[in-house]
């Protein structure tokens, strides 16, 4: 059985209460038995995180990084072994997985160079009185509370724990009941690398339980959360309570313009690849095509075609394109905000259905589905129904367009696809989103800069770029009059 990890301990539930994980690509076998973590449990990590807190936070920066360092180098060595875990939590083809270990890698190096830019006295500027120095000194919050969702489990939180680390924060990791194996691998590094006992913690289980008195918990300074809109709003209003800082990583309903001069090729490549990447489970995934109705139907033939020649199976199984969702209600849910579309009047291009022949029938394995002709008003071209849909919406000229992919509440991403560079420059400076793309696809970023959502899509100093580690921190201001 899977064990917590509190003040350098594996150990069980104080109320030796478990829950099973299983395969999403096969429903009867159970991949994990893992701890119902309780209140008492996570008051004992929040209490390790905070006495550590002080002999890590005044740790010397160098020293921080280079038990982080080690924790990277362990992490590349261990690739193969935490890619193949994801698939089997997860769903997600091996590709996928291997991509979403290298990106971890790549925001780890990130952020460690990063801390040892900014963390301590890091700015000083001309100041009006002769004999006097002034600079910032950028300091940690504390304890911080990190969220992560079952999409990425392994990515975002490292993306999370990183900075705050490199900051001189402590933490306490409560991961997605989905997948906590991935996030268990994560601690695991940390612990082998060396740190000392409490400064990473890790708790499992539900998050109305655990991620409730993570929030909750005065002694928490910071709450880092990637998920739902509906669960992020709602940390936020409790959080407000103990005056804690938020940062939110929600929901998005991103959109891919595509014009009529556009390389429609490339453009559809584009839209499938993100659009059905991890089964469309991706924050970042495309699921609205807004299309000039001059190419609307080559467009659409297109997709379809390129759809058609996709591989629904085990995500370990090399020749499988796209794996299952992950787990039981997930697939339900996409398969009701199907049948919605289809009653509201949106068209079936392709796919649709539950996947069950060829040894499928026990997992959660849904076709790679496309919708034509759907309007701005239905329900599946507002909400994220997170699967592996795509909606291609016609459009009259750029302006409906940009109309179009802005009447959503959500802001995470867009992308456009054109030869016009005044309407791609027009595009990105009207675009309602935090991350803008011209002739890519909406998921294309690099850690150097911030993963920022506007409106619904995200709250609070962004993950990623310089704001990573901003978050975790707060500034002091020192005056020395030196010459009296």
């Known amino acids: 059985m899977n064990k917590i990890f509190i003040d350098g301990k594996w150990g069980d539930s ?43 936070s005044r740790l010397n920066v160098f020293k921080r990084a280079e038990y982080l360092k080690k924790a990277v180098q362990i992490m590349s060595d261990r690739g193969e072994e935490i890619a193949s875990l994801i698939t089997l939590e997860n769903g997600k083809i091996l590709a996928e997985a291997r991509g979403e270990v290298n990106a971890a890698i790549n925001e780890a190096h990130h952020h460690i160079a990063e801390g040892l830019r900014v963390v301590g006295p890091h700015e000083s500027r001309p100041v009006s009185q002769d004999g006097m120095l002034a600079f910032a000194i950028r300091r940690p919050l504390g304890v911080a509370g990190i969220i992560t969702p079952w999409n990425f489990p ?11 680390l490199i900051a001189g924060c402590t933490g306490v990791l409560k991961p997605a009941q989905l997948t906590p194996g991935a996030s268990a691998a994560l601690v695991k590094l940390f612990e082998e690398a060396g740190l ?16 409730e008195e993570l929030v909750t918990n005065p002694a928490v300074k910071a709450i880092s959360f990637t998920g739902s809109t509906e669960v992020g709003t709602a940390i936020n209003a409790k959080a407000g309570a103990t005056m804690t800082r938020t940062q939110l990583e929600m929901g998005g309903k991103n959109a891919t313009v595509v014009l009529a001069d556009a390389n429609l090729e490339k453009a559809v490549e584009a839209i499938c690849l993100v659009g059905y990447l991890c089964s469309g489970q991706l924050c970042t995934s495309t699921s609205r095509v807004i299309v000039e109705k001059k190419v609307y139907d080559q467009l659409l033939d297109l997709m379809v075609r390129r759809v058609k020649k996709m591989v629904v ?27 919605k579309a289809k009653r509201e009047g949106a068209r079936l291009a392709s796919g649709g259905n539950r996947l069950t022949g060829n040894g499928l029938d026990k997992g959660c394995f849904i076709e790679p589905t496309v919708l034509a002709d759907v309007r ?20 009259n000229d750029f302006d409906e367009a940009i109309e179009v992919m802005n009447n959503v509440k959500y802001g995470l991403s ?6 016009d560079m ?32 506007v409106k619904m899509s995200g709250f609070g100093i962004p993950e990623s770029g310089h704001t990573g580690i901003e978050f975790f921190t707060e500034h002091k201001v020192a005056y020395i009059k030196y010459r009296l």
């Open 376 to 395: 701005s008003e239905m329900f599946i071209a507002q909400e994220e129904v997170f699967g592996p849909i795509i909606s291609v919406m016609p459009v």
């Open 313 to 339: 199976g085990v995500g370990s199984d090399p020749k499988t394109t796209m794996g299952p969702v992950c787990g039981e209600q997930q697939m339900k849910d996409i398969l009701a905000g199907l049948e």
């Open 422 to 453: 005044e309407k791609a420059l027009t595009f990105i400076e009207k675009a309602d989103v935090g991350l803008a793309h011209v002739n890519l696809h909406t998921a294309a970023r690099e850690p150097q800069f911030s993963l920022a959502g």
């Open 154 to 164: 392994f990515n975002v939180a490292s993306r999370k724990m990183f900075p705050a």
């Open 414 to 419: 867009s992308s456009i696809y054109t030869n």
């Open 14 to 56: 104080e109320s030796g209460q478990v829950y099973l994980h299983r395969n999403p690509a096969d429903l009867t076998r159970v991949t994990g038995t893992w701890p119902k973590s309780t209140v008492k449990d996570t008051r004992a990590a929040i209490d390790a995180a905070q006495n550590a807190f002080e002999s890590w």
């Open 196 to 211: 000392p006992p409490g400064v990473v913690n890790f708790v499992t289980g539900s998050g109305s339980v655990a991620g």
